[in-house]
């Protein structure tokens, strides 16, 4: 018959991650420069009618909710 592997022992004091941690300080690493962030969109976005009509199918309820009902 097949022994099945045994468990790991479980931990006793579940409150172990409150007691103090002895950490060595490592050297100082120079630390990377900001990120810079640039927009290349142009001011208006095109967008087709095939694409509007999408969105309108799949968020009408969505759209209905935030801007109201279509007069």
Do not use: C, K, N
């Not at 100082?28 to 976005?45: E, G, L, N, Y």
């Amino acid at each position: 018959m097949a022994r099945l592997p045994r468990r790991p022992a479980r931990p006793t004091d579940l409150f172990d991650y409150q007691q103090e941690r002895h950490i060595t300080p490592h050297s100082a690493t120079p630390a990377a420069p900001p990120i810079t962030v640039t927009d290349d969109w142009p001011v208006a976005v095109l967008v087709t009618d095939h694409e509007a009509r999408v969105v309108e199918a799949f968020f009408a309820d969505v759209l209905d909710e935030l801007f109201g009902p279509i007069p």
